[in-house]
């Protein structure tokens, strides 16, 4: 958006500079193209100031909460409506490892799928299939909040879960540690995968799709196998447009409610037991906020929502420093 | 490119824009006249989601018969109360009542807490191989919510159920994600039954639960009770029926061990309600009340009225319908799993309707005009 909104900022500039009065004649000939100009100027202005605004409004009502608790409001865990105390570390915690978990899941799997779609599969399947991966997208959050009760979780706690904790032997390390209710961080973070997963492989997809011939055809030429073909050649081309699918799919996952609040068991504690039900930021807003009453909790519902603000802009600037490093550092 | 959370943020702040102004939906500060108008309601009202159903029945059958239509948000107590505090709605409802700090907030002064019916809440629990259900005294509910009773076969639990074979699962307590009025009335009868937890985690619509998975919604909680075995939570009566899930017996003040029923729960409003004084406010808690057959978690919900109306021909529409629903109303409360008033206390309430103050002449023309 600073693009937009910067590049009628410099053409305005340019008839105050002499020897540009013909520029400035034909520009100024058109009362319409003045009018365009300000019209498309103002519409660029309006979302960066209306994100302003609400991180102003955002931080303004939340305010209240970190005077009180300053910093502090971020590092304890304390969440006591009835005294009034508010600490959102799980909720930091639980929205940081959920989405992360999801990643961990969705990555490779939207990468294979993509990968399959460009490089594999005959022509008949790709159109059909990459709509299905697609579609998945188009269902809404609370579909998968109900499927995740009434399905994932149940086979979650009769497969997955026994599956980590006895057949692995994991049950004694402390992340499937405690007993396996459903409800979990764990499935908290397995929605979340499926639901990021179209956005990571709709965009993977088109990257690999846009790598140009001569790159596949290069390294075939030099002998390699197709395996090679992809893994040397196309994939570490494509590299800088996946991770930017991957950032999209972070950002989608930190900031989902509806799902993850019905899965996740809403627990207002940090443990490092996947088993174990966790929160996220998002979940305890939306949670709360409808009955809400005392000041402080509302303050304190807000400063959740600022925190979730910072976190996902700083994921958006390490997702662009990212993606900058890696596109600098693309084979020519 | 992480526009998504931006979005979710911007809600958010939406949310609270809306909800710090009172919500009002093209509501001015002067009467709640605008907001009736654009729905072509004669009364709009807002608040809790436990009575919806009966309130959506009353509405419908009350609409029918004396042609009024009253339009209500249950948006849940919260929303209700902020509501009327701003006078964007005719009246609020609450499972919870008004506190002192809330009552001083409201702007059209005095407001009256009118109960209308009785809530029931079931302790649901999942243990097939029990036959009969389990019983359960006040302060083992208080032990097993706080996490000190850990195992079905605890000995404090054989105790209260001798002959019965209790299973050696775990415990997996359930209860709400959200603030609700169903957790305000289970933690003002774990207050008043057990000193400890009136100390910590105490009383309120959400508590810093000591154990436990959150689940949103009286129904969030049936359905983990009815998938985990060894699962026990809270959940309104009409649940319990809907979803046939197991509920305790509850010993009552008495000692008797009494099931979750409408005509358990009006008895314990009768007993309450014979305590009160002749000018309560009526702002009262009824749970763990007297009685040898009273079941002890129960609750009035209530209407939330102005005492001095602002507009005569919607304060007698208004009157008109409460008194009705105190008398004609209380029957279908038993079909909706509620429990109705006692007939005392209706009678009781019907005349304090009748305080209900109308507007001078002047604000009669006024509202004609």
């Known amino acids: 958006m600073s693009d937009a909104s910067a590049a009628p900022a410099a053409s305005r500039l340019t008839p105050s500079t002499s020897g540009a009065h013909r520029a400035a004649n034909i520009e100024g000939r058109s009362a319409g193209d003045r009018i365009y100009r300000w019209t498309t100027t103002a519409f660029a202005m309006v979302v960066p100031i209306l994100l302003c605004v609400i991180a102003w409004e955002v931080f303004a009502a939340g305010w209240p909460a970190l005077r009180q608790f300053g910093l502090g409001f971020f590092t304890t865990s304390d969440w006591d409506p009835v005294k009034g105390n508010f600490g959102a570390a799980p909720a930091l915690f639980g929205t940081i490892v959920s989405s992360l978990l999801a990643l961990v899941i969705a990555t490779p799997l939207a990468i294979g799928v993509a990968v399959f779609l460009s490089e594999f599969a005959p022509r008949a399947m790709r159109q059909p299939v990459g709509f299905f991966v697609d579609l998945l997208a188009a269902i809404p959050s609370v579909v998968y909040g109900l499927w995740g009760i009434l399905v994932l979780v149940p086979f979650l706690r009769a497969h997955v879960m026994p599956f980590f904790k006895d057949t692995l032997h994991l049950g004694a390390t402390p992340f499937f540690s405690g007993p396996a209710y459903g409800p979990s961080m764990l499935a908290g973070g397995v929605i979340l995968a499926i639901m990021i997963l179209p956005y990571i492989s709709a965009v993977t997809r088109e990257v690999l799709v846009a790598v140009p011939r001569s790159q596949r055809e290069a390294a075939l030429a030099l002998g390699a196998t197709r395996w090679e073909m992809i893994w040397d050649a196309v994939l570490p081309f494509a590299r800088s447009g996946i991770i930017g699918g991957v950032i999209l799919g972070l950002g989608r996952a930190l900031g989902e409610t509806m799902a993850v609040t019905m899965v996740i068991g809403n627990r207002h504690e940090i443990s490092a037991s996947l088993l174990a039900p966790g929160y996220t930021m998002a979940s305890v807003i939306a949670n709360e906020f409808a009955e809400a009453t005392s000041d402080l909790h509302v303050a304190s519902l807000m400063a959740v929502g600022a925190g979730l603000f910072v976190v996902t802009i700083i994921v958006n600037v390490i997702a662009r420093w990212l993606v900058w490093r890696t596109g600098g550092a693309r084979p020519a | ?369």
């Not at chain 2, 500060?29 to 605008?34: F, I, L, R, V, Y």
């Not at chain 2, 206390?345 to 509202?367: H, K």
């Open chain 2, 1 to 369: 490119m992480v526009r998504w959370s931006v979005l979710i943020a911007l809600a958010a702040a939406a949310a609270c824009g809306s909800n710090n102004s009172g919500a009002g939906s093209g509501g001015s500060a002067s009467g709640g006249a605008p907001a009736s108008r654009a729905t072509g309601a004669d009364l709009t009202g807002a608040g809790a989601t436990f009575p919806n159903p009966i309130y959506s029945r009353w509405f419908d059958e009350y609409s029918h018969k004396a042609g009024v239509k009253i339009n209500y948000q249950p948006i849940g107590s919260g929303g209700g109360i902020k509501q009327l505090q701003e006078q964007t709605v005719d009246f609020g409802a609450s499972d919870a009542p008004m506190t002192d700090a809330e009552m001083a907030g409201a702007k059209g002064g005095p407001v009256l807490h009118v109960p209308t019916v009785v809530g029931v809440v079931a302790v649901a629990y999942n243990l097939p191989s029990l036959a009969q259900p389990i019983k359960l005294t006040g302060s083992l509910v208080a032990g097993i919510f706080q996490g000190q009773i850990t195992k079905w076969n605890d000995t404090r639990l054989a105790a209260v159920n001798p002959g019965v074979t209790l299973p050696s699962a775990d415990i997996l307590v359930v209860h709400r994600s959200e603030a609700s009025g169903t957790t305000y009335v289970f933690s003002d009868y774990l207050s008043s039954v057990s000193a400890a937890w009136k100390a910590s985690p105490g009383k309120g619509k959400e508590l810093q639960w000591p154990v436990g998975l959150g689940a949103k919604g009286n129904d969030g909680v049936s359905a983990q009770i009815k998938q985990t075995i060894g699962a026990i939570g809270y959940v309104e009566l009409a649940y319990v029926t809907q979803n046939h899930l197991a509920s305790a017996l509850l010993q009552n003040s008495a000692g008797n061990f009494v099931a979750p029923a409408a005509s358990a729960a009006t008895a314990a409003a009768e007993a309450a309600a014979a305590k009160l004084p002749a000018n309560s406010d009526y702002r009262v808690s009824i749970v763990d009340s007297p009685g040898a057959q009273t079941y002890p978690i129960t609750s009035f919900t209530w209407l939330l009225l102005y005492k001095n109306q602002t507009d005569a021909v919607k304060a007698k529409k208004l009157a008109d319908f409460v008194r009705w629903a105190l008398t004609d109303g209380q029957r279908d409360a038993p079909a909706l799993d509620c429990a109705p008033l006692p007939a005392t206390l209706a009678a009781r309430l019907t005349a304090r309707v009748d305080s209900l103050a109308t507007p001078g002449a002047r604000a009669t023309t006024a509202s004609a005009r």
